[in-house]
């Protein structure tokens, strides 16, 4: 880490001076652009995903000014001169922009180039900071921190083409191909004879160029030039869009091909193409930019548009509008006692949204080339689709709206739950080797992500029935039905979560040695049977009312998301994704609005019941 | 005797069916819970190894200064409640078919884990690039080992046992150790200079702290600091110090007929077979450091049976024989060649729980389908009517 930061320093300097401006405005279309394929976290991806994860990084927005996030990947990579005007980061946190002596703004964003002189100041207080570990980091230096890795992101950016794009350098002539613009490739051609004509200057005059004629000044600082924009593009690897001529399956930034030495006369053309490429950006020639484009994608043996139509038609968050919609139609129907229309009108929206939700799992089971539910991200999405399904299922059995609000309900809580949970950025991920098995991740984790899916509608089916008796709107008969349907439910639950916990001992048996092992993530679904199997017998033993057991029910919500996502916040066991704070609270308000909402409407019937 | 053997049965009837009562299980199932989540929250501070011997592998544990049921008295209640439960109240008809079903598979997992508990043995083998091992090493045991010149163990003493001031004896012999300190993690550090005297090197430069355990057990440093006393030659007598990993135990010429080896070192237990490495592989992730797999080539050499063969294993692939199942648990590539961790384990009870989850899912899926099919009959009859 600390020679990743002390580098920094070097790129900052870099970045000051050679790559020449383009002060034409204009942009070209990106609908090829962001075709192109990019190795970015062992995973290959159209340029528009890497496009979009980088600037919701940077500023925590897909877009930019109203332009699509590849327009400013490709203003930032070929026109890095102009780009760094681009107000980018968004630095929330107060004391940062003041450790760094930003001015205050309404929107507190800022272009890298008002950045330099703060993250040059800071400097030293993150040298300390790097060394500590990073839970005794307070907020402030947490994202002081996070500022200084994100601007060494994005200098990284700036640089990726930096050996392709054109330089303000004063040639002398015996280094002059008259092109008409020089890159460092160009350079790199002469600079044996560069560094000999250096080393002869520097025989002859010494090391203090005050002494040196101006021809000979003119070659030092090529010298220096070179050195310079190769030192600031060292480790520059972010950018892999060219395939390695050597291993099958890699990629290379630019610069690591050439500073590797793995490029070969195979990477002649690639390299010629993105040259063309840059120039016809900056230039704005939209018939040599889609030709070279075209050029590049003939090039490519990877099919990207699954991933663009998934970005585009952004079908988790799509769905969420959709099931708000549902709500609302059906609320409105259950005030004008069951209308028809509007319940169409619940159920038509509903399905909308499962229709989105299965096409974007449809999509990463293909672009993924695996089960949809690796994280505990794609658990949620999962979970998010499938229990408004089973709600929806409920609702073509019952036929009393109660289905199409359960399912309309859990749509949006967990499609928001599943907005908080996503990572700034790409949210596909490669799996670790003892996830990456087809066979466990479709039984054992469907299967349980099953059992989360059933657990919810039988919650939600609870605090219906709950609200139902509470608000005296239901008969003694229909509450009778409704409980009879909540045990199938819990019934249901209970058998996928027994039997995916079950699964999840036989692949822990087969990876780990040992069926059980007391893992937190292991506990928490363990949790889970025992709530239910705890309700199911109390009720067969007379111990527990139907209110109670409703009440039980109703409450699985709590024990599911403590099992679910709680455990996960202990930071230990082979579950672990460490502790978020936020989530912490959210988990413990849910509990605490669980305990009152169920508690109060218990006592509302328990009320009415006395007074009957 | 004929009247002794009814009113016997009879009793032992009565007590079945109060053992067999739900209202055990309805007080017993909100003390799992409790103990779970205890024992899961716990984990955090003390560890999976600890929080898994305090609060699921004892029959007590304390909260604070309160004693509380934990895992062993509470499965010990509920298998037999389930036990009574299926013998004595179980109502024996098809439409409880499910149910009974489902609660033999219950009763067979808990049956197995118990099995488990009691019998499985766990450790790993550790083996580069085309050298063979047949040693497996525990995971959680460390003893305290004096071998003699010829590698045999003279003495050993498991680390559960150690405490400071214990006298070790060496037998046939009339040297004898004496702990002066012992710490399950030791931190090492300098030691001062005016605390040299008396001390053999390296013991002499560097000295054990105890050092509070860490909550992963495998990463606890177990050491001790130790008086040797009774050699002939004085010279030998003094103070020492090893540990477990330590690369240069104590080795001491007693006499001419004696060397003691003084080690710290995790419990060891031979295979009946040896198991070469062919060569490892790791799979990363295009441009990533993030492996997608990994893969040990084999050899099982059995000189017993004579049974050589080659094999493959991998993540989520082991390698089962003669009862022993192998994993991949681990690996270490710093060294010149490449090193395989395999976990070894021997588990009596391990088809126990794949039994039961079929049993289980069958008998809720039974159960269910009884459900649901004699709902929709009484619907239908409801109709007609």
Redesign the interface.
């Known amino acids: 880490m600390r020679p990743f930061f002390l580098s920094f320093l070097i790129l900052l300097i870099g970045l000051s001076c050679t790559i020449q401006a383009h002060a034409d405005d204009k942009t070209l279309p990106v609908d090829k652009f962001k075709l192109l394929p990019i190795l970015q976290d062992g995973r290959l991806k159209p340029l528009d995903t890497f496009a979009r994860s980088e600037l919701v990084r940077f500023s925590g927005k897909h877009t930019f000014e109203g332009q699509d996030a590849s327009v400013w990947l490709a203003r930032t990579i070929f026109d890095p001169a102009t780009a760094s005007e681009d107000k980018i980061f968004k630095i929330d946190n107060a004391d940062v922009r003041h450790l760094m002596g930003l001015e205050e703004r309404k929107k507190p964003l800022y272009a890298f180039t008002e950045l330099t002189a703060g993250l040059q100041k800071t400097f030293p207080t993150v040298e300390q900071l790097i060394e500590q570990p990073k839970q005794n980091l307070s907020t402030e230096q947490t994202a002081l921190l996070t500022v200084h890795e994100n601007a060494l992101q994005y200098t990284q950016l700036l640089r990726s083409m930096s050996l392709l794009l054109p330089l303000n350098v004063d040639l002398p002539s015996e280094f002059d191909d008259h092109k008409e613009t020089t890159t460092y490739l160009d350079l790199k051609k002469h600079a044996i004879e560069i560094e000999d004509s250096i080393r002869t200057i520097i025989d002859k005059r010494g090391n203090d160029p005050e002494k040196y004629s101006a021809a000979e000044q003119r070659i030092a600082i090529l010298g220096l030039q070179i050195r310079t924009i190769e030192s600031a593009a060292q480790g520059n690897n972010l950018l892999r869009v060219i395939p390695s001529p050597l291993e099958a399956g890699d990629y290379l930034a630019p610069w690591d091909l050439v500073g590797s030495g793995q490029a070969t006369w195979d990477s002649v053309p690639q390299i010629a193409l993105w040259e063309k490429l840059a120039n016809s950006w900056r230039d704005g020639k939209s018939e040599d930019w889609d030709n070279t484009l075209s050029g590049l994608l003939a090039l490519s043996k990877t099919d990207t548009r699954p991933e663009i139509f998934y970005n585009k038609i952004a079908p988790f968050q799509s769905a969420l509008i959709f099931y708000a919609l549902s709500f609302l139609f059906a609320l409105a129907s259950m005030t004008f006692n069951g209308r028809k229309s509007l319940t169409l009108l619940s159920a038509l929206t509903a399905l909308i949204a499962l229709t989105l939700q299965t096409s974007g799992l449809t999509a990463r089971i293909i672009i993924l080339e695996r089960p949809p539910v690796g994280t505990l991200y794609e658990s949620i999405l999962f979970v998010g689709t499938i229990a408004p399904l089973f709600a929806l299922l409920m609702e073509l059995r019952l036929k009393n709206i109660l289905g199409l609000l359960s399912a309309s309900f859990m749509g949006m809580m967990v499609g928001l739950l599943a907005m908080s949970m996503a990572d700034e950025g790409d949210n596909m991920k490669v799996l670790t080797a003892v996830l990456n098995t087809q066979f466990w991740l479709t039984t054992h984790v469907l299967c349980i992500s099953i059992g989360y899916g059933w657990c919810l509608v039988t919650s939600v089916i609870a605090h219906l029935i709950l609200l139902a008796q509470a608000t005296n709107r239901i008969t003694q008969d229909a509450v009778k039905k409704l409980l009879h349907s909540q045990s199938t439910l819990a019934l249901t639950a209970l058998l996928f979560t027994a039997t995916g916990t079950i699964l999840g001992g036989i692949w822990a048996d087969q990876s780990w040695g040992r069926f059980w092992g007391w893992d937190p993530k292991e506990n928490g679904a363990l949790l889970i049977v025992l709530w239910l199997v705890w309700i199911i017998h109390g009720k067969i033993a007379g111990q527990f009312t139907n209110l109670q057991v409703t009440m039980g029910y109703a409450f699985l919500s709590v024990i599911v998301g403590t099992a679910w996502i709680g455990v996960n916040l202990l930071g230990v066991g082979l579950h672990s994704y460490g502790f978020t704070e936020g989530l912490f609270v959210g988990l413990g308000i849910f509990t605490l609005v669980e305990m009152g909402l169920i508690g109060a409407l218990a006592f509302a019937i328990t009320k009415h019941r006395s007074a009957a | 005797m004929q009247s002794y053997l009814a009113s016997f049965l009879k009793n032992g009837l009565k007590l079945g069916q109060r053992l067999a009562?739900?209202?055990i299980?309805?007080w017993v199932?909100?003390l799992?819970?409790a103990l779970?989540?205890l024992?899961?929250?716990a984990?955090?501070n003390i560890?999976?190894y600890a929080?898994?011997e305090n609060?699921?592998g004892s029959f007590f544990t304390m909260v604070g200064p309160v004693p509380i049921p934990a895992g062993l008295a509470i499965m010990g209640v509920f298998l037999v409640n389930l036990l009574c439960k299926f013998l004595f109240r179980s109502d024996w008809s098809w439409a409880k078919s499910g149910t009974i079903i489902s609660h033999f598979g219950v009763l067979l997992?808990v049956f197995?884990?118990t099995m488990?508990a009691l019998t499985?043995q766990?450790g790993f083998l550790m083996v580069g690039q085309g050298d063979q091992n047949n040693i497996v090493e525990d995971y959680h045991s460390r003893n305290l080992v004096v071998y003699d010149a010829n590698k045999n163990a003279l003495v050993t003493v498991p680390h559960e046992h150690i405490h400071d001031g214990m006298t070790v004896s060496i037998p046939a012999s009339a040297i004898s150790l004496t702990i002066d300190k012992y710490c399950f993690n030791c931190s090492i550090s300098m030691r001062p200079q005016n605390e040299q005297e008396g001390w053999h090197s390296p013991g002499s430069r560097m000295m054990l702290n105890k050092a509070p355990a860490d909550?992963q057990d495998e990463k606890n440093l177990t050491g001790i600091e130790f008086t040797l006393k009774g050699a002939k030659d004085s010279d030998i007598n003094g103070k020492y110090l090893t540990f477990v990993g330590f690369p240069k135990p104590p080795t001491l010429d007693i006499d001419d007929n004696h060397t003691l080896t003084i080690a710290m070192e995790r419990a060891k237990r031979p295979l009946p077979f040896s198991v070469k490495l062919e060569r490892f592989e790791r799979d990363?992730?295009?441009?990533?450091d993030?492996?997608?797999?990994?893969t040990s080539w084999i050899e099982i050499i059995d000189p017993e049976t004579g049974n050589n063969f080659p094999a493959k294993i991998e993540?989520?692939?082991?390698l089962r024989y003669r009862g022993f199942?192998l994993?991949q648990?681990s690996f270490d590539l710093n060294g010149e060649k490449p090193y395989t961790i395999l976990?070894?384990?021997d588990?009596k009870g391990?088809l126990f729980?794949?039994i039961?989850?079929i049993l289980?899912?069958l008998g809720?899926?039974l159960?269910?389908g009884i459900?649901?099919t004699s709902?929709r009959l009484a619907k239908k009859k409801e109709t007609a009517a």
Do not use: W
């Open positions: 009562r739900p209202d299980l309805f199932l909100p799992m819970m779970l989540v024992g899961t929250i984990q955090k560890g999976l929080a898994q609060y699921f997992l197995g884990g488990t499985s766990e909550p990363l992730h295009p441009g990533t993030m492996a997608s797999a990994f993540m989520n692939e082991p199942t994993y648990s976990a070894i384990v588990n391990r729980p794949y039961a989850s289980i899912a809720l899926i159960h269910l459900r649901i709902q």
